[in-house]
């Protein structure tokens, strides 16, 4: 099975160790058949549940001796995340991304291909657990957006000012207190610093249409592109499954605990026997 040492752009500390490297596997078809039965679930939750189940350790310590997964996960900054899941998507299914995107000025459909390499971010250089920001009278200290406020956020859907709300829950202290309500330009300046903390949490590709040679920027929201991605293989993970348990007899329970690339291996390898050529 297939495992990588993933630098995460932020990390995060625990005791007296920052933590900045995840040793991640790829997925097997139980991962796969997890993405598809969660399809209706809000991306945070999903990109929680899928992480703590691939990770192996946090800086070469097993998780299971000193960090929960799953909480481990959830606190970890969005852009980390992020970037969890493009090196977990590159180990899994090859470090191309394929995507069609419409053109904002001639509506034309591009079929962009671009390597993961190209959109990840490197590690930074003076990572904190928190930071100060003055913003006009204000005195702040300020952390990260985390996967655990994602998930808040979308439970509480129906609340008003979700942006605001997401944002306070990044504010740690603040001297003097700061108002019952944010107005814009406070909220515009913590949004502009909170993306230059975890500038990997904004992917933004620069693309040219060569249909009316305009450029322009689109974001990638890269959790729902890979979720979308997996969920519409599911249907060839069925045939895969099929394939397999016909020619070798394996159980279905065999078949789905199989790193993806092996399985795929497999199914090569029983339709290069039957073509007549050399294995």
């Known amino acids: 099975m297939r495992q990588i040492v993933a630098q995460i752009p932020h990390g995060f500390q625990t005791g007296h160790a920052w933590i900045n490297q995840v040793q991640i596997r790829e997925l097997t078809g139980y991962d796969e058949q997890l993405i598809a039965s969660t399809q209706n679930f809000f991306p945070p939750f999903k990109t929680s549940l899928l992480l703590a189940r691939v990770i192996k350790e946090f800086n070469n310590q097993p998780p299971t001796q000193q960090l929960d997964p799953l909480e481990t996960i959830r606190n970890l900054p969005v852009g ?45 250089t003076n990572p904190q657990t928190t930071y100060h920001l003055k913003l006009e009278d204000y005195s702040l200290q300020i952390r990260p957006i985390t996967g655990a406020d994602l ?94 348990a016909l020619h070798y007899h394996w159980t279905e329970k065999d078949i789905l605990a199989l790193p993806s ?19």
């Open 80 to 124: 980390d995340r992020i970037a969890l899941i493009l090196h977990l998507r590159k180990i899994t299914f090859g470090p191309i991304l394929h995507c069609t995107i419409q053109c904002p000025n001639c509506a034309d459909n591009l079929s962009i291909d671009f390597p993961i390499d190209s959109i990840l971010q490197p590690p930074q």
């Open 151 to 244: 998930e808040n956020i979308t439970l509480n859907q129906n609340t008003p000012n979700l942006q605001e709300k997401l944002l306070r829950y990044c504010i740690l202290t603040s001297d003097p207190p700061l108002p019952e309500i944010l107005n814009t330009q406070l909220q515009e300046q913590l949004s502009t610093k909170l993306s230059e903390i975890d500038q990997q949490a904004d992917l933004t590709l620069n693309i040219n249409c060569h249909a009316c040679n305009k450029t322009f920027q689109t974001p990638l929201d890269i959790e729902d592109f890979f979720f979308q991605e997996v969920t519409s293989r599911c249907r060839q993970l069925e045939r895969e499954i099929h394939w397999i």
């Open 261 to 279: 690339s092996k399985r795929k291996r497999y199914v090569e390898l029983i339709n290069t026997s039957l073509s007549g050529e050399s294995i």
